[in-house]
């Protein structure tokens, strides 16, 4: 089964139906609620969609989409190996560098972002949603 990583902006662009991305998005999510492919985050990621979302949905909704996300969204974990990597690495974003050393430190080699400038010095395979789902076809 093919494993990915998931960035904030695809589950953000699903969990609130931003269009024009969100029907891709919403094909990523939906394969990996049927199981085609296996999804994956960090609790950093589940932090900043639910922070940039908690103003514009009401807490108890947000919390129930973000549980149901994860009955088909894993969660990795980051430790103190990945933060060091971040921190030497040349990211100019520790951010998107704790998501990329988290997922090295893995056995997963994708992932799936719309803003792939921010992951140009991963060793990873960096697609958007619209060119992974084209690989499946």
Same mark, same amino acid.
């Given at each position: 089964?093919?494993? !990915?990583?998931? %960035?904030?902006?695809?589950?953000?662009?699903? !969990?609130? %139906?931003?269009?024009?991305?969100?029907?891709?998005?919403?094909?990523?999510?939906?394969?990996?609620?049927?199981?085609?492919?296996?999804?994956?985050?960090?609790?950093?990621?589940?932090? +900043?969609?639910?922070?940039?979302?908690? *103003?514009?949905?009401?807490?108890? +909704?947000?919390?129930?989409?973000?549980? +149901? !996300?994860?009955?088909?969204? %894993?969660?990795?974990?980051?430790?103190?190996?990945?933060?060091?990597?971040?921190?030497?690495?040349?990211?100019?974003?520790?951010? %998107?560098?704790?998501?990329?050393?988290?997922?090295?430190?893995?056995?997963?080699?994708?992932?799936?972002?719309?803003?792939?400038?921010?992951? #140009?010095?991963? *060793?990873?395979?960096?697609?958007?949603?619209?060119?992974? !789902? #084209?690989?499946?076809?």
């Amino acid at each position: 089964m093919t494993k !990915l990583f998931i %960035d904030s902006d695809i589950i953000i662009d699903f !969990l609130i %139906d931003r269009r024009p991305f969100s029907e891709s998005s919403a094909e990523i999510i939906n394969r990996c609620a049927s199981k085609d492919i296996q999804g994956y985050v960090t609790p950093i990621i589940i932090a +900043n969609v639910f922070y940039i979302l908690r *103003k514009s949905i009401k807490l108890s +909704n947000l919390k129930l989409k973000i549980i +149901n !996300l994860l009955n088909y969204i %894993d969660v990795i974990n980051v430790n103190k190996k990945t933060v060091m990597d971040a921190l030497f690495s040349e990211f100019s974003d520790f951010e %998107d560098a704790l998501q990329n050393y988290a997922v090295e430190n893995t056995e997963i080699k994708i992932i799936i972002t719309r803003n792939l400038k921010d992951y #140009k010095k991963s *060793k990873l395979s960096v697609y958007t949603p619209e060119s992974f !789902l #084209k690989t499946l076809n």
